[in-house]
C-alpha cells in the first residue's frame, strides 16, 4: 500500500462535531408504511444557526428508523415529495432485484408526486441503512438516508444498544445552509464531496450517559458521501462482532483504530471502563489530532449486570459461505482517472474520447476503459456460480466498492478468507480480489459509494441469472 490511513484522511481533512439524537422504533406489518421523502428544516448546526434545510425521510435527520426482526417482512410505500425523482435503496440486504431501488437499473425513478411500493423479507439479522439512489451523490448529501436494523430471532447480551449514523455536510459558516453545488469538478475528481461539519445522526454535540462496566453494541454507520472514518475508542474495552451486517466467526478485540469507508458498517460490543465522573468516547482521528465523535459520560455506578467475559460471536446468517473459489469464472476490473492519475483516454457514450473531452463532460474516471454504466455487464453469471474479482485502483485516491444484492469475502495471503462484506475500501496503487456466491438472480449494481466517483464514471454491473 503506497497509502497510510492518515496519508488518505489528509486528503481535504476538515473539523467538527458529532452528535446523536435516537431515532423512531418501526416494526413491518403486512400494510404499506409510508416513508415520504419531502424538504425539511433541521437544527443540524449549534442552536445560535438556523435551522438548515435538507431532504429528509419523514421530515428527520436521519430518517425514520426502521426496525425489524429476522425473517420479517419489510413493507413501505415510498411517497416522494420532494422537486427531484428518486428511489430508495435497502444498502445490504440481500433482497428480490425488483425491490433493489436503483434508478435506471431495476427500477424506474419515482416522479414528484408519486409513489412506489417496496416488499421484501429481511432474511439477514444485522446492520443496515436505507437512501435514496438516484442522483445519489445530490440526495444523499441533502440527507436522503436513514437507518435499517434487522434483530437477531434471540437476544444478544448485551445491556442496550445505540445506532450511530456518521455523516460530513458541506456547510456555509454563515448561512448553516448546504453549499448547493453538487456537480463540482473538483469533488468528482478528487476525494469526492467532503463536508466541514461533521456529525452524528445529524445533530451536534453527543452525550450518551452510561454506567460503569455496562455492555453496549455500538451499530455504526457511514453515511457520508465520501469520506473515511478513522475511529478509536476510549475509556471502553470493545469487539468487533460484524462487518456489514455480517457476524465474525470470532470477534475482533479492538486493539487500536479502524477504518469505516462510505456505506461499511460495523458493530461493536463496548465495555466502559471508565469510571464514575469520567467520560468514554467514539474517537475520530483528524490528521494526527483526536476529536469526540460520540461521548459517553459516565453518571451511574455500576451497571445491574457485572463485568462480562468477552462475548460469544453473534449468530451467523444464512449461506454466508462462498465455496469454489479455485474454480470460481474470474473477471478483472481495473479503477483509472481521477486527478492526477494517468488515464490518457476511454470509451464514454460508445465513443473513444480523449481525457480532457471526458474532463468537458464532468466525467473522470473509468473502469476497464469505459465511463460509466454499459449495456454489457462486468459478469454474466448463472445463478449458484462463484466467481472472483480482481481489482486494480490505477488511482491515487481510495474507492470503497460496493455490491449491490451478494456479500462477497476478500481472498487473502495463502488464499485464506476475509469476513464476508458488501463495500470493500481499495487504496491508490492497490490490488484486491474478492469472491462472491451468484446466488441472487438479477442486474446488480456495483459501484464506489464515493457518489461524486460514482456519479462520474465509476459504476458497472453484474448480471445473474
Known amino acids: 500500500m503506497s497509502q497510510t490511513r492518515r496519508d488518505v484522511l489528509r486528503m481535504g481533512a476538515s473539523l467538527g462535531f458529532g452528535a446523536l439524537v435516537p431515532g423512531t422504533l418501526l416494526a413491518a406489518t403486512s400494510a404499506p408504511i409510508s416513508l415520504v421523502a419531502s424538504v425539511a428544516k433541521v437544527q443540524l448546526a449549534p442552536p445560535d444557526y438556523p435551522k438548515t ?54 427500477q424506474d425513478a419515482v416522479p414528484p408526486g408519486e409513489a412506489f411500493d417496496y416488499e421484501f423479507a429481511a432474511t439477514d439479522a444485522g446492520t443496515y441503512w436505507y437512501h435514496a439512489h438516484n442522483r445519489s451523490m445530490e440526495q444523499v448529501a441533502r440527507g436522503l438516508y436513514g437507518a435499517l ?95 456489514d451486517g455480517m457476524p465474525l466467526e470470532v470477534p475482533e478485540k479492538v486493539e487500536g483504530d479502524f477504518l469505516l469507508a462510505p456505506g461499511q458498517r460495523v458493530d461493536l460490543f463496548v465495555d466502559v471502563t471508565a469510571e464514575v465522573g469520567e467520560v468514554a468516547h467514539l474517537v475520530r482521528f483528524d490528521d494526527e489530532t483526536g476529536a469526540s465523535q460520540a461521548a459517553f459520560p459516565v453518571e451511574a455506578t455500576e451497571s445491574s449486570t457485572p463485568r462480562r467475559t468477552s462475548p460469544v460471536s453473534l449468530p451467523a446468517n444464512p449461506n454466508m459461505s462462498v465455496p469454489g473459489t479455485q474454480s470460481a469464472k474470474r473477471f478483472e476490473l481495473k479503477m483509472e482517472g481521477g486527478a492526477m492519475g494517468s488515464l490518457r483516454s476511454a470509451t464514454l ?117
Open 53 to 106: 434545510e435538507i431532504w429528509g425521510f419523514d421530515e428527520q435527520m436521519p430518517g425514520t428508523e426502521i426496525r425489524v426482526k429476522q425473517g420479517d417482512r419489510i413493507v413501505r410505500r415510498f411517497v416522494n415529495e420532494l422537486p427531484q425523482a428518486s428511489s430508495v435503496h435497502w444498502h445490504g440486504l440481500r433482497i428480490d432485484n425488483a425491490m433493489d431501488g436503483v434508478s435506471g437499473l431495476t
Open 149 to 243: 436494523i434487522v434483530e437477531e430471532t434471540e437476544p444478544v447480551d448485551v445491556d442496550r444498544e445505540e445506532v450511530l449514523i456518521l455523516d460530513d455536510w458541506l456547510l456555509n459558516p454563515e448561512t448553516a445552509q448546504l453549499d448547493p453545488e453538487f456537480e463540482a469538478p473538483h469533488d468528482r475528481s478528487h476525494a469526492g464531496r467532503r463536508g466541514n461539519y461533521i456529525a452524528t445522526n445529524g445533530s451536534a454535540e453527543t452525550k450518551l450517559p452510561v454506567k460503569a462496566n455496562e455492555r453496549l453494541r455500538l451499530r455504526l454507520i457511514n453515511a457520508a458521501n465520501a469520506r473515511i472514518f478513522l475511529l478509536g475508542l476510549s475509556g471502553f474495552d470493545g469487539w468487533v462482532m460484524a462487518y
Open 349 to 465: 457514450d460508445g465513443e473513444k474520447t480523449s481525457f480532457r473531452k471526458m474532463v468537458a463532460a464532468n466525467q473522470f474516471w473509468s473502469f476497464n476503459g469505459v465511463v460509466g454504466m454499459t449495456d454489457a455487464p462486468l459478469a454474466e453469471l448463472s445463478s449458484g456460480e462463484t466467481a472472483r474479482v480482481k481489482i486494480h485502483n490505477d488511482t491515487v485516491f481510495p474507492h470503497a466498492m460496493h455490491l449491490h444484492g451478494m456479500h462477497f469475502r476478500e481472498i487473502l495471503e495463502n488464499d485464506e478468507m476475509g469476513p464476508l462484506r458488501d463495500t470493500i475500501l481499495v487504496f491508490g496503487d492497490e490490488t484486491r480480489e474478492i469472491a462472491f456466491v451468484a446466488n441472487n438472480p438479477g442486474k446488480w449494481l456495483f459501484h464506489c459509494h464515493m457518489l461524486a466517483h460514482a456519479a462520474s464514471g465509476m459504476a458497472t454491473w453484474i448480471n445473474v441469472t
